[in-house]
């Protein structure tokens, strides 16, 4: 059974800097899978932040393009975010996701099977 964990959230001040990461197990072959990271905010839907199939081949959403980074380290079965420039509108519930099979879209939330508990990130003005 596929595991995720989420670390290294946290609070910050606007313009900071956070660095998440996901542990992936259950699988030999991570580097087969498919992983994003998606965010989800008090009283609003789930949505997704960012993509990686392999390095070079990502995809991101609008609001953190430029700001955000998305990589893998598919010895250490690692998926991180590099988050720069922080926004108050970056506070969220961010999720590891992964699957197997191609999701379609790389930022389609229903194309994702396994998903892991969560790391908060809290950014103050």
């Known amino acids: 059974q596929v595991r995720l964990v989420e670390s290294g959230g946290g609070s910050v001040q606007a313009g900071g800097s956070l660095r998440l990461s996901c542990t992936f197990s259950?699988?030999?072959?991570?580097?087969?899978?498919?992983m994003a990271w998606f965010r989800q905010a008090p009283g609003k839907e789930r949505e997704a932040v960012a993509a990686i199939v392999v390095p070079g081949m990502t995809n991101y959403a609008d609001s953190v393009k430029g700001r955000f980074t998305i990589s893998r380290d598919n010895v250490k079965n690692n998926l991180y975010l590099e988050m720069n420039s922080l926004k108050p509108e970056d506070t969220a519930m961010y999720y590891c996701a992964a699957t197997r099979s191609p999701p379609g879209w790389l930022l389609n939330r229903d194309g994702y099977k396994y998903w892991g508990q969560g790391t908060q990130v809290t950014v103050s003005s």
């Open positions: 259950g699988d030999n072959f991570f580097s087969d899978w498919y």
